[in-house]
């Protein structure tokens, strides 16, 4: 190909310094231009070192639908929380189509401001909502991307079509404030697989208006699990349907699988979710839906999850649970769960068998079922 050096930019080449000091946004954003504006398919390199980079959003509309991101160096955050935190993102793809990021670490330096929060001295910025943003997007590729110590949530998924992550590790510390590892919302036909996630909450946090998305491979804890939820927090809310999630691990963490929804009136719902081939060392609440979400007692006492939770499956799960409920279903007194199913599970409490709870909830059971099935 005689013109494929033409639709290659190496960011060095505009300015980037391997320092880890010098702030490199506009190089990465004058390479982005070049590629975007490239009638061919365009790689950006990133080579090994350190780049300091602040806030950053590569835009679309682009005259072609193949940029490839090539990351062999790190990606650095200001040290200095302030900064990003009063920017709300750190690096975000908005309206790009058929983009991949392949490789690299995304360094978040997020430590000094989870310390600050934990401190409860009350004084500092909430941080910068997301490392990696990508938003009204589609056909987006993410293979083998480590993204570290986030401020806050590490890669969310917003209002996409076909996105693809693949081969990521997510690192965070187990006390970390809202880290969640991956967060999806507003998007359908999203595919996550064969990834570590260990992170200071969710390890994969699925929002409102999510369809048909796929969770295949993961490795998840320290975190809080993999949550749908927590919804019902807007009156008028779009549901969550057609989502699997299969082949998982959880080590330790808060909870396994979850649907979580505030108790309070809402139009949203879930429905047709399969959580299937997961083992459990040692997690909290290895299957919980939890309707009476309220955090502070806020806005909900004295009211009812108007999410509706219907057809939800729970197959070939087993290990051990860190407390004597390992099934636990709370759900709405306004609108129960229903078509619920558990097949071939197993879970126990220090070598006994588990306890489970139901509230309002309905359906059946198939093969050897642990806890004593309550439905």
Not at 119 to 132: E, F, Q
Request: with cysteine; aromatic share 6%; charged share 15%.
């Amino acid at each position: 190909m005689p013109n494929a050096a033409a639709a290659t930019f190496n960011v060095l080449n505009f300015g980037a310094k391997a320092d880890g000091r010098t702030d490199s946004a506009k190089a990465f954003t004058g390479a982005w231009a070049q590629a975007c504006a490239s009638t061919q398919p365009a790689s950006i390199v990133v080579p090994p070192g350190r780049f300091l980079v602040g806030s950053i959003t590569f835009s679309g509309q682009c005259a072609n639908k193949a940029i490839s991101f090539e990351i062999q160096g790190t990606l650095v955050a200001p040290s200095d929380y302030n900064i990003l935190g009063k920017n709300g993102n750190w690096i975000v793809f908005e309206h790009v189509d058929g983009v991949s990021i392949r490789g690299g670490l995304l360094d978040g330096q997020g430590t000094a401001l989870w310390n600050c929060k934990n401190s409860g001295k009350g004084s500092c910025p909430s941080g910068a909502t997301v490392r990696c943003l990508i938003n009204n997007s589609n056909n987006i590729f993410i293979s083998g991307l480590s993204s570290l110590n986030s401020q806050l949530f590490h890669i969310v998924i917003n209002v996409c079509q076909n996105v693809m992550v693949q081969g990521v590790s997510v690192t965070a510390a187990g006390n970390s404030p809202n880290t969640d590892g991956i967060h999806v919302q507003g998007s359908s036909h999203v595919t996550i697989l064969s990834s570590k996630i260990r992170t200071g909450d969710d390890c994969i946090s699925i929002g409102p208006g999510t369809t048909n998305l796929w969770i295949e491979n993961i490795a998840c804890g320290p975190g809080h699990g993999i949550s749908i939820g927590s919804l019902g927090k807007e009156l008028k809310e779009a549901g969550v349907q057609n989502v699997t999630v299969k082949t998982v691990t959880f080590t330790g963490t808060q909870n396994g699988v979850r649907i979580k929804s505030w108790g309070r009136p809402s139009t949203g719902f879930v429905r047709d979710v399969i959580f299937q081939d997961a083992i459990m060392v040692n997690a909290q609440n290895p299957i919980l839906i939890d309707q009476n979400y309220c955090p502070d007692n806020e806005g909900c006492p004295g009211q009812a999850s108007g999410v509706k939770i219907s057809d939800v499956t729970y197959k070939n799960i087993n290990g051990t649970s860190a407390t004597e409920v390992a099934v636990n279903f709370g759900c709405s007194p306004k609108n129960p769960c229903s078509g619920i199913k558990l097949e071939n599970v197993k879970l126990t409490y220090k070598n006994q068998v588990a306890q489970a709870s139901c509230v309002h909830a309905a359906g059946t059971t198939l093969g050897s079922v642990q806890p004593e099935n309550c439905l």
